[in-house]
């Protein structure tokens, strides 16, 4: 069984950047994939920020963006705020037509 | 806008079954795919299943794969989870979220606010 990895953790200080990563325990992500990433404050339901590797969703602020680093998919965040401390997951496409989401990252803004 | 409303869960015994609906309005339901996505009590999210948009294609995860059967309305709107043989790993805030369009590779992009089931004696 596929596991697609993420960090556990990250901290970040306001205005700072911050890339989180989303790989596979086996191979490298590509655009193949469709990595999509969401956003999910306690007791909500996730928040779709980008999909297809670097599509924004409508009304998702220019500081959030998505691409290929090496062999991850990448969520970059530039100029963090304070109400960017969320938790922050992947999901990629398997190509047997199954979904996998990675085990999300809690990032702190402090 | 696009509203998914979630409805049927509830507390449960091990081994009984259940059905979830999510009812959907603010699009053409019958041109999207729709996916189920749970999430256990302070766990991370977990995509369980998905549906294309005229219901001949249907893909599920592993854990629930033989127990769970999704399918979808397209005459009320509605997409289905029908969740059998339930056990106490099953527990989890239910989602169900459109794609971005109508086969199962594509990717959730609207959610609903989700439906909590308990299995527990």
């Known amino acids: 069984q596929t596991v697609v990895t993420q960090e556990p953790s990250f901290s970040v200080s306001p205005g700072g950047t911050v890339t989180l990563t989303c790989g596979l325990s086996s191979g490298s992500v590509s655009t193949s994939y469709y990595p999509s990433w969401y956003q999910q404050t306690p007791g909500q339901a996730p928040r779709t920020l980008i999909y297809s590797t670097n599509t924004r969703s409508s009304g998702v602020p220019d500081r959030f963006s998505g691409s290929i680093l090496g062999n991850k998919a990448a969520l970059t965040i530039t100029g963090a705020q304070a109400d960017d401390e969320s938790d922050y997951y992947c999901?990629?496409?398997?190509?047997?037509?199954?979904?996998?989401f990675g085990g999300g990252t809690k990032l702190t803004v402090l | 806008q696009v509203q998914l409303v979630e409805s049927g869960g509830g507390v449960v015994q091990p081994g009984r079954s259940l059905r979830l609906s999510c009812a959907a309005s603010?699009?053409?339901?019958?041109?999207?795919?729709m996916h189920w996505v749970r999430q256990a009590p302070g766990k991370g999210l977990e995509w369980v299943a998905v549906?294309?948009?005229?219901?001949?294609?249907?893909y599920y995860a592993d854990s629930v794969k033989g127990r769970f059967t999704i399918s979808r309305d397209n005459s009320k709107n509605t997409l289905y989870l029908q969740m059998n043989s339930l056990r106490a790993e099953d527990t989890a805030v239910y989602y169900c979220?459109?794609?971005?369009?109508?086969?199962?590779?594509?990717?959730?992009?609207?959610w609903g606010q989700g439906t909590l089931v308990t299995v527990s004696s």
């Open positions: 603010g699009f053409t339901f019958s041109t999207y795919a």
């Open positions: 979220a459109r794609a971005y369009s109508s086969g199962t590779y594509y990717y959730p992009t609207h």
């Open positions: 999901v990629l496409y398997m190509s047997s037509g199954i979904w996998v």
């Open positions: 549906l294309s948009y005229d219901g001949n294609n249907k």
